[in-house]
Structures are given as C-alpha cells and as structure tokens.
C-alpha cells in the first residue's frame, strides 16, 4: 500500500495560518490581573479598536499575590497603578492619537466579576476629572444572564 | 540547454509554514471586544452654583443595589428578575398613571405629535456592590430601553430598532431616551 501523500499538507497549513493571520489581533499587553468578565445581553461591539484605552482591574495573578496581597489592582498598560496614574495615562492615550480623533476615543474598563464596585467608582471618578467621558463595561455576550 | 538546476526541496515547507501557525496562535488573541457603553456626566463646575434642577417625585424611579448585592427598587426589594419589566412600566407608563412619569407632548418626526414621558432612571451602587451584579443591573436597565424601542419600531416601521436607519432611529431616540442617571458616588454601608 502506497503512503498518503503530504504534498498538500503544506497548503492545508498555509490555510489555517492565513486563517489566524485574519481572524486575531496581536496581543498587546500581558494582563497581570485576573478577567473573568461578567456578561450581559445588551452588549454594543467596540467600533474602532485603535481609538480604544484599556483598563484592566481584578486581582493580581498568583505571581503578584506574595509582593500586592489580594485587594484588586488597576493594570494600564503593562503596570499596575492607582487611580492617581489614570489622569497621566489619559494624556498619553490622547497624545498618541490624531487630534480630530480625540472626542471618539473610549475607554474599555475590563473589570473581574468578584471586585467591589469601590475602586470602580474611584476609576469612573477619574476618568470623569479628565474628561474621558465615553466608556464601555466590557463584557461577554449571553442569551440570558439567568442561568 | 545547459545543466538542468535541481529543484528546491519541498519538503520542510509544511515544517516553516507550521512554525508560523504557532506563533500566530501564541501572539494573538480572538476576542472581541464588546460591552455596554455608556457616556459619563462631565464633572460639576465647582465655580458655579447647583442650578438645582428639581425633578418630579413621579418622574424618578430608583435602582439601589447594597453591599450584600441586594436590589431596592422604588423603596422596595425586587428581584433582578423583575427589574426588566418593572422598567419598562415605569418608563412607558402605557396607562398614563398618576405615580409613573407625567408626559409631554411633543412634535416628533415620523410620528406627530406624541407624547413623551419625561422619565429618569436614578442608580446607586454602594462601595461594596459587586460588579458582575452592578453589571446585571445595567444591563436590565438597558435592556428595557432596548425593548421598548424595538417595540416601538416593529409598531411603526416593521422592523426592528437596529434595522432601522438613523433618522428612524433618532425619531425613536427621542420618545424613548435612554436617561439613567448616576448618583455621585459616596461611602454608604461600607465594605
């Protein structure tokens, strides 16, 4: 019996690469903090991506947890911060983006399920003080929430 | 014709091609990014006195959620289940009641004069309100606006809110807008 012949096997390869070539974006920060986002039924997708900041908050992930305990932590970029950083944060968002753009530009808070709504008003306090007054509860998509 | 060239060989191909599969796999993620948007009130002028802008008992529906991630609805405990619908009621007021938002009538496209209710949805959180419940609420909350409009739309055009195009949809933005209001937060019930 004759082998299989692999002479297509390096086109069926190349498809899938284009595949995740198309379909992902490139991961652009290591998130230190615990996601596990809530979801919601009503949920609008992000338009323009690069008109998009992130803040991430949760818990520090294992490796974090001997140097920053447990109490959630804000993550901007790749460190972790406090509220007093988000101003400064802002103006560089701003700053890297195209001054007709600014007044379009929103700010995705990425928050874990479990963290106390405290820190999150302390956030949304912020952002209110520099005027980044778009914003999106990032979530997953469900049917129902009731499960 | 001279020397025949040997042909490149092929056979690492699928190996190089793999190797890249890889590393598109490791670098990059596929989510999608989606939520609930909302748009935040700039910050009150400090220089400038409250224009104190009273609103009418009638026109208020409060949301509460406590620390213990307990809904308070109107001053009484609700069920998440039931904050939809209760919305909706309340933002609607289909039978014109006397404790649901009074209305005004007001020239619209597309539908004359129809009368508006001048609905306020108010939501508090404490500092110790957990945020996957903080998100469920917004989330009935948007979700009656959103059925609201729909039921508009099909009502109207025949179809639904989404479907529609945007001065359809600004017509129906302006009977149903989507006022929830956030109190400035502050320490109650602590941790």
Do not use: C, W
Not at chain 1, 14 to 31: A, G, N, P, Q, Y
Not at chain 1, 115 to 137: C, E, F, P, S, T
Not at chain 2, 2 to 24: H, K, N, Y
């Amino acid at each position: 019996m004759p082998g299989i012949s692999t002479a297509s096997l390096p086109d069926i390869v190349f498809m899938l690469l284009f595949f995740f070539m198309v379909s992902t974006t490139m991961r652009e920060v290591t998130i230190n903090v615990r996601q596990r986002l809530p979801s919601a039924t009503e949920v609008q997708k992000l338009e323009k991506r690069s008109l998009v900041s992130f803040i991430y908050i949760g818990q520090p992930r294992t490796a974090f947890e001997a140097l920053l305990g447990t109490e959630p932590r804000i993550q901007l970029n790749d460190q972790f911060a406090t509220t007093a950083d988000i101003a400064a944060f802002i103006a560089g968002e701003r700053e890297a983006r195209d001054e007709a753009e600014i007044p379009f530009m929103r700010t995705s808070l990425k928050v874990d399920n479990e963290v106390r709504m405290g820190i999150v008003d302390d956030v949304k306090q912020a952002l209110r003080r520099a005027n980044a007054l778009n914003i999106n509860y990032s979530t997953l998509t469900v049917e129902s929430i009731f499960d | 014709m001279g020397r025949v060239t040997p042909e490149i060989p092929s056979a690492s191909l699928a190996d190089i091609a793999f190797m890249l599969l890889i590393f598109f796999l490791v670098a990059t993620t596929m989510d999608v990014d989606s939520g609930i948007s909302r748009i935040l009130p700039p910050m009150p002028d400090t220089d400038q006195p409250d224009d104190d802008q009273q609103i009418r008992e009638r026109n208020i529906f409060t949301v509460r959620v406590n620390a213990q991630d307990m809904l308070l609805v109107e001053g009484q405990l609700e069920n998440l289940q039931n904050l939809r619908d209760r919305a909706k009621e309340f933002i609607a007021n289909p039978r014109d009641e006397a404790h649901l938002p009074e209305k005004v009538v007001e020239e619209v496209e597309y539908f004359g004069e129809y009368p508006i209710s001048r609905q306020v949805i108010s939501l508090q959180n404490a500092r110790g309100t957990s945020y996957g419940m903080y998100i469920k609420v917004q989330n009935e909350l948007t979700a009656a606006y959103n059925e609201l409009r729909d039921e508009l739309s099909m009502d109207r055009f025949g179809r639904t809110f989404e479907r529609l195009d945007a001065s359809q949809q600004a017509a129906i933005r302006r009977i149903y807008p989507m006022r929830i209001s956030e109190a400035e937060p502050r320490q109650v019930g602590g941790r």
